[in-house]
């Protein structure tokens, strides 16, 4: 398997931009997470889904911020309109539920630069 | 609710030091338990795991002990290298999928 892929590894965009960020699973994994990476804030978890439903998006940073899951190999992350303090890695996540230990398989991230 | 402390970085250490990095953790219940280890410019990926209390969770020269009566998850290893620079991050899972994860130690192991 390619393991969880996210696209593009980086985004440089202007403030004001919409940005959108988007991520496939590993096939058959039934839950996706979004997190996002600061030196001041560490893995902050966004919002995750299972079986493509969004079961808890209370880590959304404001309304700027959107995510769906139109089918079980696709989601997107949203940004509009962008600001600088939105800058950071923004990782993809899923897991397999009924697996042991569920773990989670990341992808290898985006980073996002808002001038 | 749960949450996971972790030792602030960044550490330094010289090629074949010890490496102890520390984890508390807070929740209900019995949680599963994981380091995750981050290398530049990739993703996190699991190091290793234990289940219940007093397991031992290993992986390549890594240990670390489930201690349910300290609530601890210490990260060691007897001699590290170079390449073992990192974030290390622990994180703990107790019902469900979700992840708790702590806020990360950076290490840098010199020559």
């Known amino acids: 398997d390619a393991g969880v892929i996210q696209s593009p590894r980086h985004e440089v965009t202007e403030m004001g931009q919409e940005v959108t960020l988007r991520c496939k699973p590993i096939s058959g994994h039934d839950y996706l997470f979004w997190y996002r990476q600061t030196m001041m804030r560490g893995l902050e978890l966004l919002i995750y889904f299972n079986n493509n439903v969004p079961i808890d998006d209370s880590g959304m940073p404001e309304d700027r911020f959107s995510a769906k899951m139109p089918n079980a190999s696709f989601s997107t992350l949203k940004i509009q309109p962008s600001e600088p303090r939105d800058s950071a890695v923004y990782f993809c996540a899923s897991s397999l539920s009924g697996a042991i230990l569920n773990e989670q398989f990341f992808g290898p991230g985006t980073r996002l630069t808002v001038l | ?111």
């Open chain 2, 1 to 111: 609710g749960d949450s996971v402390t972790q030792m602030e970085g960044p550490v330094t250490l010289s090629e074949e030091a010890c490496l102890t990095i520390n984890c508390t953790y807070t929740a209900t219940g019995y949680p599963s338990l994981f380091w995750y280890v981050q290398y530049p410019g990739e993703g996190l990926q699991l190091l290793l795991k234990a289940t219940k209390a007093d397991d031992k969770g290993s992986n390549k020269g890594f240990e670390a002990t489930y201690r349910k009566e300290t609530t601890s998850f210490h990260l060691e290893k007897g001699s590290v290298q170079v390449s073992d620079s990192a974030v290390y991050f622990c994180a703990l899972r107790r019902t469900g999928n979700q992840f708790y994860f702590g806020t990360g130690t950076s290490l840098t192991v010199i020559p």
